[in-house]
């Protein structure tokens, strides 16, 4: 049964502070998400990777940086939090596989984490 | 333009009733539609999916139909229960695996 873990589901943080959230996952995917859910907004891609230490931005990338230096795990980065990044924060992983057109590989998603920032 | 309209927002549907929910893209780059399934406290889950050379999809209660030429794609829940009771999302896939979602319906099931 795939497994994606996150390291906290509700966290408390002030504007300006550094913020890690942290996602794992046990199956062994190539591929890691990490998508931020408003209400009304759906899910937005923040950054996505395919592979250890590579990174691609997704549609909302401002504010934020991404680790992957190990396969299993994928962080998410506030260099500095403001109260605009209050919000639900969800991690996904999926297999390559093909990766080609009209092929989808299903992406995994962990519980999510629920950051206020105050 | 990487972007899939979803509606309605919120949908009330009685026990034993039809939910529908509709989806319209304009990308044609657009090769795979997925939907998910959020239950309150989870992360989404795939719940069905299509390829645009498909014009339906049956699995259980659930059925996505798809309209290529018109770009709008639907999901239908057959005999609606209240423990289908979740935020359901419409999504496309595009590029390598990356995947552009709606915002959402919340249905909610009453007895």
């Known amino acids: 049964d795939v497994k994606v873990t996150q390291s906290s589901r509700y966290l408390v943080k002030r504007t300006g502070e550094k913020v890690f959230l942290e996602c794992v996952q046990d199956m062994d995917h190539e591929n890691m998400f990490w998508y931020r859910q408003d209400p009304g907004l759906g899910l937005r891609l923040i950054y996505f990777?395919?592979?250890?230490?590579?990174?691609e931005k997704g549609d909302i990338p401002e504010g934020y940086s991404v680790s992957r230096e190990k396969k299993e795990r994928f962080s998410l980065i506030l260099e500095s939090a403001s109260t605009n990044q209050t919000s639900m924060y969800l991690c996904?992983?999926?297999?390559?596989?093909?990766?080609?057109?009209?092929?989808?590989?299903?992406?995994?998603f962990g519980p999510g984490t629920r950051l206020t920032v105050l | 333009q990487q972007q899939v309209k979803q509606s309605p927002q919120s949908l009330i549907v009685q026990k034993g009733g039809i939910s529908i929910i509709n989806c319209a893209y304009e990308n044609t780059a657009f090769d795979y539609f997925p939907w998910y399934q959020q239950f309150p406290g989870k992360g989404p889950a795939l719940l069905i999916a299509?390829?645009?050379?498909?014009s339906e999809k049956k699995e259980g209660r659930f059925t996505i139909s798809f309209n290529k030429s018109a770009k709008q794609f639907s999901l239908h829940i057959m005999d609606s229960q209240p423990g289908d009771s979740a935020t359901y999302f419409c999504?496309?896939?595009?590029?390598?695996?990356?995947?552009?979602f709606g915002i959402g319906t919340k249905l909610q099931v009453i007895p």
């Open positions: 996904a992983s999926s297999f390559s596989g093909t990766g080609a057109g009209g092929s989808y590989n299903e992406q995994f």
């Open positions: 990777s395919y592979d250890v230490k590579m990174k």
């Open positions: 999504a496309a896939k595009w590029g390598y695996q990356k995947v552009t």
């Open positions: 299509i390829r645009p050379d498909v």
